[in-house]
């Protein structure tokens, strides 16, 4: 499985931006798709994430700022982030959990001016 992340950029504080990640090889029907950050200095933590199902789940820190959705091509997946703040800026990166097995995009960075 391969994934690769886009839509990375600078904004300013309160702009949005849109990250998709695509997941190609083969994936199997339970699939998780999330995304996690990794903040300058600071270790990689979660943001969101999606199920087969289309159950969602998100960091405090971002609830009601972010969504996260699947693409209208298969194994794609979106992240709409709005009202980006600073603490926001971070290296982006999207995972897939198939059949058990954890697979790591080689990320986007997402740089938040104030």
């Known amino acids: 499985v391969q994934l690769q992340a886009f839509g990375g950029a600078l904004v300013q504080a309160g702009g949005s931006l849109r990250l998709s990640c695509a997941a190609s090889g083969t994936i199997s029907n339970g699939v998780v798709m999330g995304w996690w950050r990794q903040p300058p200095g600071k270790q990689r933590e979660f943001v969101a994430s999606i199920t087969a199902g289309d159950t969602t789940a998100y960091t405090d820190s971002v609830k009601s700022r972010f969504t996260i959705s699947r693409g209208n091509a298969r194994n794609t997946m979106i992240l709409q982030m709005n009202s980006l703040k600073a603490d926001d800026t971070a290296h982006y990166y999207c995972?897939?959990?198939?059949?058990?097995?954890?697979?790591w995009g080689q990320g986007t960075q997402v740089t938040v001016s104030s």
């Open positions: 995972k897939v959990t198939s059949n058990g097995i954890v697979y």
